[in-house]
Nanobody, 118 residues
Framework: QVQLVESGGGLVQPGGSLRLSCATS????????MGWYRQAPGKQRELVAS???????SYADSVKGRFIISRDNAKKTVHLQMNSLKPEDTAVYFC????????????WGQGTQVTVSS
C-alpha cells in the first residue's frame, strides 16, 4: 500500500525559503516519476514540479528558477526546495506520482501548509 507523508511547511516571510519533504512507502517509488502539487484556497490543485526516476525535472512557469525538486531513491523521499517565496505561493503542498492516474487518487496524504506572509 502506498503512503505519502509531507512535512516541512510553515510560515515564512516573502523572499524566504522552505524545504519540503515527502516520505513514501510502498513499492512504486523506484519506478515512477514523482511530483509536488499545491492547492490554494478556492483554486484547483496544480502540479508545480516533477522529477523522473532518472532525475529529469520539470517546473511550472510560476516557480521556475525559484523551486528545486530532488529525490533520494534509496530513502524513497522527494524534496522541494523553495526559494524567493511569494505570497502567491501560499497553499497546501502535496506529493504524489506524476502524472496522476486513477490509482494515485488514493495516494494523497494530508499535505503540508505553506504560508508566505509578512
Amino acid at each position: 500500500q502506498v503512503q505519502l507523508v509531507e512535512s516541512g511547511g510553515g510560515l515564512v516571510q516573502p523572499g524566504g525559503s522552505l524545504r519540503l519533504s515527502c516520505a513514501t512507502s510502498g513499492s512504486i517509488f523506484s519506478i515512477v516519476a514523482m511530483g509536488w502539487y499545491r492547492q490554494a484556497p478556492g483554486k484547483q490543485r496544480e502540479l508545480v514540479a516533477s522529477i523522473t526516476r532518472g532525475g529529469s525535472t520539470s517546473y511550472a512557469d510560476s516557480v521556475k528558477g525559484r523551486f528545486i525538486i530532488s529525490r533520494d531513491n534509496a530513502k524513497k523521499t522527494v524534496h522541494l526546495q523553495m526559494n524567493s517565496l511569494k505570497p502567491e505561493d501560499t497553499a497546501v503542498y502535496f506529493c504524489n506520482i506524476a502524472p496522476l492516474n486513477v490509482r494515485s487518487e488514493s495516494y494523497w496524504g494530508q499535505g503540508t501548509q505553506v504560508t508566505v506572509s509578512s
